[in-house]
């Protein structure tokens, strides 16, 4: 273990610039083989609650710093997390699972968020608006909502906290997270990356705890709090955004979906495979905007079906560590069931295994790389969120049935589609009921670009020029006799 690596390895909370402990400590093992890495402080409700208190004292002195000093010190925690990509990457490997290479990339990508908005600080514009007569003026004013508190999950877990942490400090509201507890040591290890880039006390705080329905109870109702953002299960975030109305707060939720890939007649084949790959297999199908569902042109099915198969039987499972693997492990025996019963009670249904189908072995969290055909849209597959590295092949006749059979959920996070015809392209742009269209695209995320869903998946949008709208609030000044 090198000496960088070892400095970022912390077991305890941190809340108010310190670290503090608890009575209880929770284990964090690596989903590979069990092993436990660390035992992590199991921090109270009322810890918790403490941590908002500390966040609610720097808020004042955090909102009136200048956007110029924010966006240094956020500069300065983006260039930590880049000279330490090696090193997080490492760690994210082995508390979460996926290969070394994805770890680092999102190491990157959630650096790049944080590099996005400390560019953005500087560019929270108000407005001058023309008066109702000449002894009047009107101005708009942008300022930071206040104290923000999040709840992030274990299968992104720097990138999901970077995302709404690097907004939340860009807009000068303070921030406090409780990531998964499967995954602390990310989170744990970007704080004392925050400490180091010289960010005060009480700005961003982590607090670690298993109690998650007492925690998020804090997170959701505490009257000092006035955003609150959630990336996770539809049917949590439901409870949450319930749990936030008696304090009417700001809610942001990023939540479930079942993502459509339609590849049509005319797309070219060989790139929808390469993104099909790049959107589905990634973290071992364990990504919220991951193809759920593959919807394939009847005409050229056993074509795609083909070049699909080659490529998914050369992917290697294994420690994330080592070189040329490719599919880690699912994140615990939970996971690992619900996939291989989605794909057992499909497969009772009619569909057909063409590849992998079961789990690696009876000892390990794997899952064969597995695609099936004859998938009818009733199935199971096709019906729940698989978060596992399984592809049900789905057959559609036309335009118009494909994009019948992709909008036929409750849920409108990402969806894909491969085709060349122009029209085609804006017909099946526009018809779609998602918040993210990749077209002819399988790697779709980017700071740059507006994350969100629309139905069931939520509301809000990460990264991007519109990414701050949620942090800020809007006050209009009526000015009078001026004349």
Known sequence: MTLKKQALIKDKAFVDGQWISATDEFSVTNPYDGSELVKVADLSPEQVTSAIGAAHKAFSGWKNKTAGERSELLMKWYQLMMDNQQALGELLTEEQGKPLAEAKGE??????????????????????????????????LKQPVGVVTAITPWNFPNAMIARKAAAALAAGCTFVVKPASETPLSALAMAELAHQAGIPAGVFNVVTSTD???????????????????????????????????????VSMELGGNAPFMVFDDADLDA???????????????????????????????????????????????NGLDDGVTIGPLINSAALEKVAKLVKDSVAQGAKIEVGGEPADDESLFFEPTVLSNVGPDMPLSCNEIFGPVVPLIPFKDEKQAIELANDTDFGLASYFYARDIGRIWRVSEG???????????????????????????????????GLDDYLEIKYLALGGLG
Do not use: H
Request: proline fraction near 3%; hydrophobic fraction near 40%.
């Open 432 to 466: 779609l009921d998602y918040g993210i269209v990749g077209v002819n695209e399988g790697a779709i995320s980017n700071a740059a670009a507006p994350f969100g869903g629309m139905k069931q998946s939520g509301f809000g949008r990460e990264g991007s020029k519109y």
């Open 107 to 140: 190491i990157a990508y959630g650096a790049s968020f944080v590099k996005w908005f400390a560019e953005e600080a500087l560019r929270v514009y108000g407005d001058t608006i023309p008066g109702p007569s000449p002894d009047n003026r009107i101005m708009v």
């Open 272 to 318: 929808a495979v390469e993104g099909l790959m790049a959107s589905k297999f990634r973290n071992a199908g364990q990504t919220c905007i991951c193809a759920n569902r593959v919807l394939v042109q009847d005409s050229v099915y056993d074509a795609f079906k083909a070049k699909l198969l080659e490529r998914v039987k050369v992917l290697e499972m294994g």
């Open 212 to 250: 998650s329905k007492g925690v998020g109870k804090v997170l959701t109702q505490d009257d000092r709090v006035r955003k609150f953002t959630f990336t996770g299960s539809t049917e949590v975030g439901k409870t949450l955004i319930k749990q936030c109305a008696d304090t009417v707060k700001k």
